[in-house]
């Protein structure tokens, strides 16, 4: 009778412990899961900071200092988010973006009516480059990042890990 008794116990022990495996399996699914979300959020938040300057210039064609403290404060986890080619992509939106401004304030500037066309000439193309080819290549950059086809999203899911998606 002990022997059944002991077999019983050491049964429903092996149960329950199979049982707190599973549990646990499953908390650290669902915590890898809400942790790619995170990662998801985080990383749309920094191309909508992106694609809000892009179309606040293409609205205005124009830059303030402020806007580019913005780009700077709403892209600041780029690095963190991104491979290299996105981050290199936000210094140069940046850079181009500081360079129309400066290009912009001199075209105004009395003082530099000889290289007037010029200026303008650098500006219209770090305009157009603003409003136009860096949308583009923004999209293009961050939908390696951000797209979610149901491959993706299967994988975002699941934790499966691609060489760019969570």
């Known amino acids: 009778m002990r022997d059944s008794v002991i077999w019983w116990i050491t049964r429903r022990y092996t149960s ?3 049982d707190l495996v599973k549990a646990s399996e499953n908390q650290i699914r669902l915590q890898g899961q809400a942790l790619r979300a995170d990662l998801y959020e985080r990383r749309l938040k920094v191309f909508l900071g992106v694609v809000q300057f892009l179309a606040g210039f293409a609205a205005v064609m124009k830059v303030e200092w402020g806007d580019l403290h913005t780009l700077l404060r709403e892209t600041l986890e780029a ?3 991104f491979g290299p080619e996105v981050t290199a992509f936000i210094a140069d939106v940046y850079f181009k973006a500081s360079e129309y401004r400066v290009r912009s304030k001199l075209a105004e500037d009395p ?3 000889r290289r007037r066309p010029k200026l303008i000439e650098e500006q219209t193309s770090l305009g157009n480059w603003l409003a136009s080819d860096a ?5 293009e950059l961050f939908a390696a990042y951000l ?3 149901e491959q993706n999203f299967e994988a975002l899911v699941n934790g499966q890990h691609g060489s760019k998606s969570a």
Request: glycine residues 0%; charged residues 45%; negative net charge.
């Open 79 to 81: 690095e963190f988010l």
């Open 147 to 149: 797209e979610l086809s």
């Open 135 to 139: 949308m583009s290549r923004a999209k």
């Open 111 to 113: 003082r530099e009516e």
């Open 16 to 18: 329950l412990t199979e």
